[in-house]
Each structure stands twice: as structure tokens, then as C-alpha cells.
């Protein structure tokens, strides 16, 4: 691994050395080839999928989840909760997409105990969002804090595009509501945008053994940001009453299934001179009730607090054939179980020595301008994961390597890399959702290559991806719907996909 490490830092300062080639112009031309956005660049960051505001009117779009049904090979799934989980496995665990990161602008929606904001964020409407991008197969380390195999960002809107204010009203024939309103305002050198929303969401009923199971859900949010050249600041709160759909019952017929969620994000980020330097905070409650007609299920409730503290310094250094970034990055996760009840009987809950996971990272990626039509890119990355009160400790060091070739109409991308992944905070320790929980569980490793073309004509795009995934030490359950150790349970699995 150190040897590894070793070449690719030495073949990132190489790429120094060389100056025949402007990277900016280079990503410019590929930024044309691929229908990027007005506002961002594909950069060789992975395998993108990009809807401006006009994509998002056309095709309907009004929710993360309706851009997650149509990105293959993502597809969309939701859990026995009727939460958006992409990657469950239709056990009772609450959250297994930990690996897909949701960003508003530059800044990261984190979720202490499940890994990933997406868990609260797929359902919520969209209309404050100005454009997305959907980065796959192990996108650029620039952003995220923690191991990612797919990256969404959401990008608000500004005063300067959407100046003023408006309000909108609408239903569907399952009789849901929504109310929202946006404002945006410039004012000396600083712009302001606030969106408010209530939404009553209603969805089909499902009987199920005698019960009727819903996932109706009941949201108020607020998204606002204050921006000044190159300093922002950003709010995202979210209250929402959810039903829970099959939730834990045995039979999939719960007599009653609520999960209430309190949500707050607030970050600040800003850019000095080749410096970038991000500062946030995630702070969510969660309280489940479930009672059931099976006698040694008749009442589940739990209630958990989780607090997430972020930081980053990164440095950017472009010279004429290169565009370097490296940085340092640190994340502490503090959660508690204040309440739990399973099966009817009281279960421990955190002292005040509250349970805490901390990520440390480092990397590093360099793109490099090999022709005036070609890119090439290295990068690395160390990551230290702790826990307090448990043996799962981590050292994982990942690598990912790209080229992007532009000819013509075409675009040829190519990306190997190598992910590993450890357990998110609400499995460690849990003898609820793992077979040995005192056990250390070795991190999942993701070996891919992807193959991405893309042929554009007028306004037409083709597009074909090629895939082939090796996987080791993945999660698998037993018998009784837990996840055994890796080692135990010797599985490697491939798959190739396109």
C-alpha cells in the first residue's frame, strides 16, 4: 500500500513539472462535450449525469428520488420504512445507502447515525434547487469527508438569476398539498435567498394481513443562504411527521408506524486566495413508535440524537497543464439513545459518556492535461476512522485513477478505482442488526472500471456506460436477518453491468 502511495504522489509531481498544455481550456472543451451546467465543470470527476432547470421542468422532476428512478445503474428502492435506500436489502435495518452523499452547493448534508443525508432528503421537494449533478463509480475525494461511491449536489438559487419572489400552490389526485414560497434579494455586495415549504404528501395505500400500510409523510422546510463573493452560509431545517410503512412487523402488518424527524444543517464555507476552508454542523432527532398485533412485538420506540462537526482546509493550485488539490478533512460524529423499547422491553440506553465517531482524512488529486483533447487523473486518499467504546478502528487508504479523451462528437471516460467502507455509527455495538457485535468487522472493499462514452449531435445524446465490479468483505445476513463478519461469512462478489 505505502509503495502505491508512493507512485501516484510521485506521478502527481511530475505533472507539475509540465507547462504546454492550459487544463482550464482543456476542461472547458469537455464541459461543452458533456451539457454541463452553466455553473460547474465535469472536471474528469466521474461518470455524471447533469440536469440544468429546463431538464428538471421537462422531465417533471420534483423530488431527489425522481432523479435517482431514472440514473442507472443507481435505480431507486425504499426500505421496509418506506425511506429511500437504494441499497437495502430489504431487511429491518434503517439505512444501507450510506455510500450515496447529498451536498447543497459545497457543503455536505450529514446524518450522524445513518451516513448519508439522503435518507432525509430524496423526499423533499426540489423547487429551490437551480441544477443538480449526479457523479457515480467513485467520484472525485474533493468534496466528501467519508468513502462515496456516488456524489449528488443540489445547487440553490440565487438572487441574481431569480430575483424577487413567488408563491406556489399545488395537489395530486391522492389529495397531497403543497405550499412554498421563495425570496431572493440582493443588497449591497451580499445575496439573499430564503425558501419556505409545507407539504402534506399523500401516497397510495397498501393492505397488508388485515392492515392497511402507508408512507404519507407530513414536511415543513426552510432552505436559505446569504452569499458575498466568495464567503457562504447556508440553512437547511426540516420538521417532517412520517408514516412508517411495514417497519419492523413480523408479518408486515403494523397497527400504527410513525417516525417524526428534526433536522438542522448550518455551514459556512469560503474560498481565499488558493485556499478553501469549510466550517458545519448536523443536528437530527429521531423518535419511532410501533405497535403491532403480534404479542412480542406489540410496542417498538426508540428516540436517538445525533450531532455531526465538520472541517475542511483544501488548496488549490492550478499551473498550465495541472490542477491540484489537496487537503485535510475531520468529522465527529456524537449520537445518544435516549429512549428504546424492543419487543415490549426496556433496552440500555447512552450515559453521558455519549457514543462518538470520528473520521480523519487526507488526499490528494491532481488532473493532469496530457493533449489539448485528453486529461488523465490521479488521486489518493487516507482515511482514520475511530470509535470510542468499541474494536472497530479503521486505516483505509483508497485510490482512484480516470482519464477523458474528447474527439469530435465523442467523449470516451475511463475510471478505475478501489473504496472501502466501514460500519456506519447505528451498527456498532448493535447486537439489534449484528451477529456478533463485539466482533471487529473488516471494511468492504469496491474494486471498479468503468468504461463511459458519450456521442452528442445537435441536441441529441447517447450515452453508454460499462462496468465491472469486484467486491469483498460485503455485509451479507443469516438466518435471523443480521450481518455476520466478513471473514465468516468469505464473500467476494462480482458483477458487470451496463
Same mark, same amino acid.
Request: avoid cysteine; hydrophobic fraction near 20%; aromatic fraction near 14%.
Given at each position: 500500500m505505502k509503495k502505491l502511495l508512493s507512485t501516484i504522489v510521485l506521478l502527481g509531481t511530475m505533472f507539475i513539472q509540465a507547462d504546454d498544455f492550459d487544463i482550464d481550456n482543456m476542461l472547458n472543451d469537455i464541459e461543452k462535450k458533456t451539457d454541463l451546467s452553466e455553473k460547474t465543470k465535469l472536471a474528469n470527476s466521474g461518470v455524471s449525469f447533469i440536469y440544468t432547470r429546463d431538464d428538471m421542468d421537462r422531465m417533471q422532476i420534483h423530488s431527489l428520488k425522481d432523479i435517482l428512478k431514472s440514473i442507472y445503474p443507481i435505480g431507486y428502492n425504499e426500505n421496509r420504512y418506506g425511506v429511500a435506500d437504494p441499497f437495502s436489502q430489504g431487511t429491518n435495518h434503517p439505512f444501507m445507502s450510506s455510500l450515496i452523499k447529498v451536498f447543497i452547493d459545497n457543503q455536505e448534508i450529514s446524518v450522524g447515525l445513518y451516513g448519508s443525508g439522503l435518507s432525509i432528503m430524496a423526499d423533499l421537494g426540489i423547487q429551490w434547487v437551480d441544477h443538480m449533478e449526479v !457523479?457515480?463509480?467513485?467520484?472525485? #475525494?474533493? #468534496?466528501?469527508?467519508?468513502?462515496?461511491?456516488?456524489?449528488? +449536489?443540489? !445547487?440553490?438559487?440565487?438572487?441574481?438569476?431569480?430575483?424577487?419572489?413567488?408563491?406556489? &400552490?399545488?395537489?395530486?389526485?391522492?389529495?397531497?398539498?403543497?405550499?412554498?414560497?421563495?425570496?431572493?434579494?440582493? =443588497?449591497?455586495?451580499?445575496?439573499?435567498?430564503?425558501?419556505?415549504?409545507?407539504?402534506?404528501?399523500?401516497?397510495?395505500?397498501? $393492505?397488508?394481513?388485515?392492515?392497511?400500510?402507508?408512507r404519507d409523510n407530513n414536511t415543513n422546510l426552510v432552505v436559505a443562504t446569504l452569499n458575498k463573493e466568495n464567503h457562504n452560509i447556508l440553512l437547511l431545517a426540516k420538521a417532517q411527521k412520517n408514516d412508517g410503512f411495514l417497519d419492523i412487523s413480523l408479518d408486515g402488518s403494523p397497527e400504527t408506524s410513525t417516525i417524526d424527524v428534526d433536522f438542522i444543517h448550518l455551514g459556512y464555507d469560503t474560498k481565499v486566495d488558493d485556499f478553501l476552508y469549510l466550517l458545519s454542523y448536523d443536528y437530527m432527532n429521531m423518535k419511532?413508535? *410501533?405497535?403491532?398485533?403480534?404479542?412480542?412485538?406489540?410496542?417498538?420506540?426508540?428516540?436517538?440524537?445525533?450531532?455531526? =462537526?465538520?472541517?475542511? =482546509?483544501?488548496?488549490?493550485? +492550478?499551473?498550465? +497543464?495541472?490542477? @491540484?488539490?489537496?487537503?485535510?478533512?475531520?468529522?465527529?460524529?456524537?449520537?445518544? !439513545?435516549?429512549?428504546? &423499547?424492543?419487543?415490549?422491553?426496556?433496552?440500555?440506553?447512552?450515559n453521558d459518556n455519549d457514543d462518538l465517531q470520528t473520521i480523519s482524512t487526507i488526499f490528494f488529486e491532481n488532473q493532469y492535461s496530457l493533449e489539448n483533447n485528453s486529461i488523465i487523473t490521479v488521486g489518493s486518499l487516507y482515511s482514520i476512522v475511530k /470509535?470510542?467504546?468499541?474494536?472497530?478502528?479503521?486505516? *483505509?487508504? *483508497? !485510490?482512484?485513477?480516470?482519464?477523458?479523451?474528447?474527439?469530435? /462528437?465523442?467523449? =470516451?471516460?475511463?475510471?478505475?478505482?478501489?473504496?472501502?467502507t466501514t460500519l456506519d455509527p447505528y451498527l456498532i455495538n448493535s447486537d439489534t442488526f449484528l451477529a456478533t457485535p463485539t466482533e471487529y468487522y473488516e471494511p468492504e472493499e469496491i474494486?471498479? @472500471?468503468?468504461?463511459? @462514452?458519450?456521442?452528442?449531435?445537435?441536441?441529441?445524446?447517447?450515452e453508454l456506460i460499462l462496468g465491472y465490479t469486484i467486491s469483498k468483505n460485503h455485509l451479507i445476513k443469516d438466518v435471523n436477518n $443480521?450481518?455476520?463478519v466478513p471473514s465468516k461469512s468469505n464473500q467476494l462478489e462480482k458483477s458487470f453491468y451496463s
Open positions: !457523479y457515480t463509480r467513485s467520484p472525485t #475525494y474533493e #468534496y466528501s469527508t467519508e468513502s462515496t461511491l456516488i456524489l449528488i +449536489k443540489l !445547487y440553490t438559487k440565487s438572487a441574481k438569476k431569480d430575483d424577487g419572489g413567488s408563491v406556489g &400552490i399545488s395537489s395530486d389526485s391522492y389529495g397531497s398539498l403543497n405550499l412554498n414560497t421563495h425570496h431572493s434579494k440582493e =443588497f449591497d455586495k451580499w445575496q439573499y435567498f430564503s425558501f419556505l415549504e409545507h407539504s402534506d404528501k399523500k401516497r397510495k395505500k397498501y $393492505k397488508s394481513n388485515g392492515s392497511e400500510v402507508s419511532t413508535l *410501533m405497535t403491532d398485533n403480534n404479542s412480542s412485538l406489540y410496542r417498538n420506540e426508540t428516540e436517538t440524537t445525533s450531532e455531526v =462537526f465538520t472541517g475542511e =482546509f483544501k488548496y488549490n493550485l +492550478k499551473t498550465t +497543464k495541472n490542477n @491540484i488539490i489537496t487537503g485535510v478533512k475531520y468529522r465527529a460524529k456524537k449520537y445518544s !439513545y435516549d429512549k428504546s &423499547i424492543l419487543n415490549n422491553a426496556p433496552r440500555p440506553t447512552t /470509535n470510542n467504546h468499541s474494536v472497530q478502528d479503521d486505516n *483505509m487508504f *483508497m !485510490y482512484r485513477l480516470g482519464h477523458t479523451y474528447t474527439i469530435e /462528437n465523442f467523449t =470516451f471516460k475511463t475510471i478505475g478505482s478501489h473504496t472501502k474494486n471498479s @472500471i468503468v468504461e463511459n @462514452i458519450i456521442y452528442q449531435y445537435d441536441n441529441n445524446k447517447y $443480521k450481518y455476520n
